[in-house]
């Protein structure tokens, strides 16, 4: 049992909570400073985004597994390698998917309650599951993702507001959405020959590699500005913010600089930890910004 479990959690690359998590808990650490505190919101935003995630990612195995076995890098997953059957995999994303419905009661039992997490969650699990279908027919895929992630810090903020003054999570979310549609760009650059060759629709195969590095350098400049534009927005952001900002550029220049067309050997490099040390760090540095104010 603890063996499928390990298998399934490596499956859905549960670690990887960590690209969109930090956002959801910033726009949440924002929006608490205009509302009060609840555990139970905290506990319902961190269950929904491991519930949501999981089911967006188990999903994506299961639409994928045929195409997975066919491809070198990643023919080795779980679902092409035998390691899972898909009948378990297609339990495990429906009850994750439930588990996500589920966490959002959390925000009826609370005073005043808040029933549009309820009213949201199925427009929203089915928009972020259908992502892993957007490579069959249209180049704009890693758009689709970075609207998925999108959600995440609008989501957070609504479960905490409702549906109030929602310039700064949008700011934010618009800010997510550029630097995931930027690294998943970097990230299919490795795809490229194979997706053209099966048919798959993305930015790097219809592009070329050299020209999608930079589209997804320009998402990253745009990510940035918008980053900027969000301490204007948030009257809770100031000084700290904006000079570590500088850092969260000097990353993203850093990310640009471990790929180049002829070498993607440090994709994942740029991919994994970079944008990991970037998303937990913005996260640290608006606490450290309110912790000031």
Request: hydrophobic share 60%.
């Amino acid at each position: 049992m603890f063996t499928r479990a390990r298998q399934l959690l490596e499956l859905v690359r549960f670690s990887h909570t960590v690209f969109a998590l930090p956002f959801a808990l910033l726009a949440a650490a924002l929006a608490w400073k205009d509302e009060p505190f609840r555990a139970a919101d905290l506990v319902g935003i961190l269950l929904g985004m491991v519930f949501a995630r999981s089911a967006a990612m188990a999903f994506n195995r299961l639409a994928d597994r045929h195409i997975d076995a066919r491809n070198p890098r990643t023919a080795g997953r779980h679902l092409p390698a035998g390691l899972l059957g898909v009948g378990t995999v297609w339990a495990f994303t429906v009850a994750c998917g439930a588990g996500f419905v589920a966490s959002t009661l959390l925000f009826l039992w609370r005073e005043p309650a808040n029933p549009w997490p309820l009213y949201l969650s199925g427009p929203v699990l089915l928009f972020v599951c259908g992502y892993s279908l957007a490579k069959r027919f249209t180049s704009l895929a890693h758009v689709w993702l970075g609207a998925a992630l999108m959600l995440a810090p609008v989501a957070a903020w609504i479960a905490v507001k409702g549906l109030t003054d929602l310039t700064v999570p949008l700011i934010l979310g618009a800010a997510v959405m550029g630097w995931v549609t930027g690294f998943d760009i970097l990230y299919a650059c490795q795809d490229a020959a194979f997706d053209t060759a099966e048919g798959l629709h993305s930015i790097p195969a219809r592009l070329g590699v050299a020209r999608s590095l930079r589209v997804a350098a320009a998402c990253h400049a745009g990510m940035f500005a918008l980053l900027v534009a969000l301490g204007f927005a948030s009257p809770h952001l100031g000084a700290v913010y904006f000079a570590g900002l500088a850092a969260v550029g000097a990353l993203l220049v850093y990310q640009h600089a471990l790929v180049r067309p002829d070498d993607l050997s440090r994709v994942n490099r740029a991919f994994f930890h970079v944008n990991g040390v970037i998303s937990v760090g913005l996260l640290l540095l608006v606490l450290a910004q309110l912790a000031v104010r």
